[in-house]
């Protein structure tokens, strides 16, 4: 691959001022994203900054004037997981996100499978169907499912099936198509030779799609994680009691009690933030490959 970069057009290796002369050409494209980059990057820097400065100083100067009088202290993070709750509510949201993002992957993935590998009445029907439910919006669903769960005598507005059930099924028109347009892009010989050895629908999606669409499904599991994890609107219809209640509930309450506890705010702000940080660093691989999965065959 070095060989290949430090070679011109015609296969000849470049000189020392040509080498200078293509690092020049770069330098400007580089500094422009190097330049978007930090500016997408100041934000959650002051909001990290301020999350660690004492309140008085938060109220007196702006977060950047640690660079001349840096102070810091715990106790916004101490007052946040303990006097306001905060630590049982990040507990509530990986205890609603984690189901949230396992249930709809592991059904999606078996309907896309159906959907592209296995032969039934209405298939393509049935995948139009799916897709335009894509077009529906959520909201128009809150009121009938709220209305079933408390007739139904369950429960399940107390706890955590609610909103499980909610997200498994507002996620799974997405997935289906997403992991759908992934599978069909598989090679049909493959399918086939397993077809013909004597496995079964349910081998060939164990043993050969899912090692060969690792990408796609965990691009999806970060699209699905993310999107429960900053959820409000959904945790505030179907997670009715307060001890199931997420971070993004409790930062709210925290907003409309204090006001002015802006370094609380910031505390918080920043603990329900480093969790999706840290998902999608860690999958970032995977998360890409997914998107650029089918672009070409």
Do not use: C
């Amino acid at each position: 691959m070095t060989a290949l970069r430090d070679t011109t057009a015609e296969g000849k290796p470049l000189t020392i001022s040509g080498r200078l002369a293509r690092i020049a050409g770069r330098g400007p494209t580089h500094i422009i994203l190097g330049l978007i980059g930090l500016i997408w990057l100041v934000p959650s820097l002051g909001l990290l900054i301020t999350s660690f400065r004492p309140s008085a100083d938060m109220r007196a100067t702006g977060w950047w004037t640690v660079i001349f009088e840096p102070r810091f202290t715990l106790a916004n993070y101490e007052r946040v997981f303990s006097a306001e709750g905060m630590g049982g509510a990040f507990l509530n949201s990986l205890f609603i996100t984690i189901p949230s993002t396992i249930l709809p992957l592991l059904i999606a993935s078996m309907a896309a499978y159906a959907l592209a590998w296995v032969k039934f009445p209405l298939r393509d029907t049935t995948f139009l169907v799916i897709v335009a439910m894509l077009m529906v919006p959520v909201q128009i669903g809150f009121i009938p499912l709220v209305t079933a769960y408390r007739e139904s005598g369950t429960g399940l507005l107390t706890n955590y099936g609610a909103v499980w059930l909610a997200h498994t099924a507002y996620a799974l028109p997405f997935g289906i198509f997403l992991l759908r347009n992934f599978f069909i892009t598989l090679p049909r010989d493959l399918i086939e030779a397993a077809r013909m050895d004597g496995a079964s629908n349910v081998g060939i999606f164990r043993t050969i799609v899912v090692p060969l669409s690792v990408p796609a499904i965990a691009a999806y599991g970060i699209f699905q994680f993310l999107w429960v994890w900053n959820d409000l609107l959904m945790a505030l219809v179907y997670a009715q009691r307060n001890a199931i209640q997420p971070m993004t509930v409790k930062v709210t309450q925290l907003l409309g009690t204090y006001a002015t506890e802006w370094s609380l705010l910031a505390a918080a702000a920043f603990v329900i933030m480093v969790v999706p940080l840290i998902v999608f660093l860690s999958l970032q691989r995977f998360f890409v490959q997914g998107l650029l999965a089918g672009s070409v065959k």
